[in-house]
């Protein structure tokens, strides 16, 4: 089942203690196709400038992405920065610049109108609302992050009584509803409209909220975490890339999609930009599936056997 996506391309600059990298491909539509597609076909509705060239297009058709709904337009392409404490739990935003973006109307097409999956990536919620109105899909989930937040919040909760699901980080939950607990924030988020909400928690993993029940993953424990920009995205792309593969919605297709969220996500932060998440297997993929359930399981592997 085909998977549209709305959100950022982008180029970012961005610093860990690890080290730093220089205008990499990123961007919210980015992280979440790349990573959906080692599960199902994905099309990206975007927007990038005169100066994005052929090697990150390459990479996305690589992946069978497609991107015929990448609009290039006269500008440069959008571009972010930002920097990671030691712990890589808080990130400060040190520049946005919209370029592109700023004028940017998704470009759809006659076959995009009801897709049966749609992610609204990082963007302008406006943008997000108009799309899905149009897109009209059975399925929808968005992202949202602090600039939306703090600059459109009103837009952005006006985009939760239309769409389906929230996948969104633990502190922007927390902001968007105005609480100091994520438990209560869940709650407020929900009554919103939302149908379900995914907290994601970084290295702590991510909780579902859904039909008045609770579910949580925990962080694939990575050894070495170099980078944790589009990790959220990562999650998302393989949470949703799950649910395109199988077509179903349930309660627990919702909960395995989870684990592949969590696992897709570990995968990006094993280095900087696409680096890791790029060059995957379905072997790498399913590997970690199973460990990841191994973990969460309260019988030990030796009792199963
Ligand atoms: P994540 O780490 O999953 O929250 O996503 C990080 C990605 O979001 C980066 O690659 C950025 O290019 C992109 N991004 C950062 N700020 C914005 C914004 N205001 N709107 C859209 N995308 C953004």
Redesign the pocket.
Known sequence: MSLLVV??V?F?TVKTPYGQAEEVL???A??FSVAASYLTKVRMVAVVGKDFGDAPMKLLKLRGIDVSGIEVAAGKT?R?SGEYSDDLNDRT?HA?HLNV?ETFSPNLEEKDIGSRFLFL???DPDLQRQVLTKVKPAFSACDT?N??IEGKGDGVKRLLGSVDGLII?DSEARLLAGEINTVAAARRLLDLGLKFLVVKRGEYGAALFHGGHYFAVPAYPVARPVD???????FAGGFMGYLAREGRTTDTHLRQAMVYGSVLASFCVEDFSLKRLAALTARDIEGRVRELRDFVSIRGPRQRE
Not at 228 to 234: I, L, M, Q, W
């Open positions: 959100g950022s982008a970012d990123g961007g919210s980015t992280y959008f972010w935003t946005t973006f990536g990082n963007i992050m600039f939306w980080n944790p920009t589009g990790a959220g995205d990562s």
